[in-house]
């Protein structure tokens, strides 16, 4: 026999279709709307559907934009010689809070064999072309936190997953091609995320992977 | 600066009204669907608009419906004698999986005074109604799992929670009220759920008001 009306299910389904959410939590993200006003419910749902409407992706960097370039790209006061190289948009949310101050580069992804995805499916040739071309008057180059230099640099912030090391490692060999054919391209540093214990994380809880690069990468204090 | 699209910001703003689901998952949830494409959002999104077109309450036992009296109160093969009082739709859903084959009374909430909400506010008195008309002829009553008697039963099926027990308290003194006052519903039965250990739970880890349930309600084995 049916028990839940059919406008109902379609929901529960469709919220079952989302990331870490099971039918369980569906059904009751379902049954709370039920008893949220309708003018509620009326926004929910056209916020859904204008969510992609004016969206695209900014030509320069990837990211999602309403408009092409994006407001960091074409923010004069960003640092442009200093880019952060990361998978995915939600990445940039996370990093503008550091106070991040340079321009980035969305993949759109890792290089992930198991998932068919090769160095073809990401946005890997659009950063080698923008790198080629990459060429900021050194007048303009600003100091950024915890750079050694004042010249141009990448930084490589995949996620520190296997996939995002290979990815890491892929593109940071390509890159060092390029300069070593370009001699205008040879002062560009490449250098990748630090990767240690979390800060509030607990050294005995650590796995020995992390805490191994955690004494790799320590500094002197 | 804004980093975030408004479209995006405004159903990550959405996502984060639901429970349980803070702003770190509302925004996970909305880049996700920013991958998915344009049909997929679009069915979400109807989804969502259409959850309460259809719907109605249902005026027989207050459960949603698209058509009143609902799939359960017009079923001729449900047990006629039996009503399980529940809190909200979302547990009728839990309790038909046990194969109960009665009927149900959706009180839409639990009394708590924190909250402003007094037995006035629930639909207890279409409860004492319904039970001063309930007269099923002798001959349609079947017996039911764990029932005693082939008579009438109401099983107070709230939440073990403070508000569950105290709601279930007072609808079953307010039942027992009825009984005194008209002879013809004095073979009803009042029960209450059990508390006791959740299958696959661990004794070790209960807490002692369970456990003192459990102990109370143990049966010869």
Redesign the interface.
């Known amino acids: 026999?049916?028990?839940?009306?059919?406008?109902?299910s379609?929901?529960i389904?469709?919220f079952s279709?989302?990331?870490?959410?099971g039918p369980k939590?569906a059904?009751?993200?379902?049954?709370?709307?039920?008893t949220k006003p309708?003018s509620?419910?009326?926004?929910?749902?056209?916020?859904?559907?204008?969510?992609?409407?004016?969206?695209t992706t900014c030509q320069s960097c990837f990211n999602?934009?309403?408009e092409s370039p994006c407001?960091?790209c074409r923010?004069p006061e960003r640092d442009k010689s200093i880019m952060m190289v990361v998978e995915?948009?939600?990445d940039?949310?996370a990093l503008?809070k550091t106070g991040f101050n340079g321009l980035y580069h969305v993949l759109g992804g890792v290089i992930s064999p198991i998932d068919g995805i090769g160095p073809e499916n990401l946005r890997i040739s659009q950063l080698l072309e923008k790198i080629k071309k990459w060429d900021p008057p050194a007048g303009e180059l600003k100091s950024a936190k915890g750079r050694s230099s004042s010249g141009r640099e990448i930084i490589l912030a995949t996620d520190p997953s296997l996939e995002g090391e290979a990815t890491a490692m892929y593109i940071g060999r390509e890159i060092s091609k390029l300069k070593s054919q370009n001699s205008k391209l040879k002062s560009i540093q490449i250098t990748r995320i630090a990767r240690g214990l979390p800060v509030g994380g607990d050294l005995e809880y650590a796995d020995e992977i992390t805490l191994t690069r955690a004494l790799e990468g320590r500094r002197e204090y």
């Open positions: 026999m049916k028990i839940l009306p059919d406008s109902v379609k929901l389904e469709e279709k989302l990331p870490g959410i939590t059904s009751r993200l379902t049954f709370y709307l039920l309708d509620d419910i009326e926004s929910f749902g056209q916020a859904v559907l204008n969510l992609k409407k004016a969206l999602i934009t309403e407001t960091i923010d995915e948009p939600l940039i949310v503008e």
